[in-house]
């Protein structure tokens, strides 16, 4: 499979714990993206990076989320001191040079604040 | 700002009859659209996409749209609807001109529904 993969596809944790989560793009894909969906809208933005440099990030991402690509392949996106409003499903996606508006989705962490 | 307004929530037909899935545009300049469908429990999946070249787009899965520039319209349709194309539907604008930036910016979504 060649597609944009994550990990976990779920997580359960409890209000005040950290999550981590994982997204692999599409091999040679230099642009990573991370986007926020929750029950009944559409995906919303929260950053992005071109190789491993984050070049924009929405108002959306809080101090307590920081999101890595250290080395312009796999990229991390983290959430300290998780709460209630952070359950949600978590989508990455990537692009490539030639279609960088075309951009190719994960399937998604699920993630549940208890 | 770019933004994108999906004008129906849930839209209901009956499998073979024509499918119509309306979104309307606001962009400060000429925008590029998408549309993606998201299955449960899958990804979203692109459909189809305009960039500037041709009006009428046509996508997978027999879907195609039209972009109207003087009604600021998007609509995603179907000659005829099948039980498998029930799912969300999210009408999409480019953040920023030419993609530079990346962001994409979803509409709320239309909840397809097929029946039998």
């Known amino acids: 499979d060649t597609g944009v993969s994550q990990d976990p596809r779920h997580k359960i944790t409890k209000r005040g714990q950290n999550v981590t989560f994982r997204c692999d793009p599409i091999s040679e894909h230099n642009r990573l993206y991370w986007y926020r969906q929750t029950l009944g809208q559409g995906p919303e933005f929260l950053t992005y990076?071109?190789?491993?440099?984050?070049?924009?990030k929405s108002r959306l991402l809080s101090d307590r989320f920081s999101a890595e690509r250290p080395k312009g392949s796999f990229s991390t996106l983290e959430i300290q001191r998780t709460e209630q409003g952070d359950s949600a499903m978590y989508l990455c996606?990537?692009?490539?040079?030639?279609?960088?508006?075309?951009?190719?989705f994960g399937p998604g962490t699920r993630l549940l604040v208890l | 700002a770019q933004s994108v307004t999906q004008l129906d929530s849930h839209v209901s037909v009956s499998e073979g009859t024509p499918v119509l899935l309306r979104c309307n545009y606001s962009?400060?300049?000429?925008?590029?659209l998408f549309w993606y469908v998201q299955h449960p429990n899958k990804g979203l999946q692109l459909l189809l996409k305009?960039?500037?070249?041709?009006?009428l787009v046509k996508g997978i899965n027999g879907f195609e749209a039209e972009f109207k520039k003087s009604e600021t319209s998007f609509h995603l349709t179907k000659p005829s609807a099948h039980m498998s194309d029930a799912a969300e539907y999210f009408c999409?604008?480019?953040?920023?001109?030419?993609?530079?930036?990346?962001?994409?910016?979803f509409g709320k979504g239309t909840k397809l529904s097929v029946k039998p």
């Open positions: 999409v604008v480019s953040g920023n001109y030419g993609g530079s930036q990346g962001n994409l910016i």
């Open positions: 996606a990537s692009s490539s040079r030639a279609t960088i508006e075309t951009q190719y």
């Open positions: 962009s400060s300049y000429s925008p590029s």
């Open positions: 990076f071109q190789n491993e440099a984050q070049l924009e």
């Open positions: 305009y960039t500037s070249a041709a009006t």
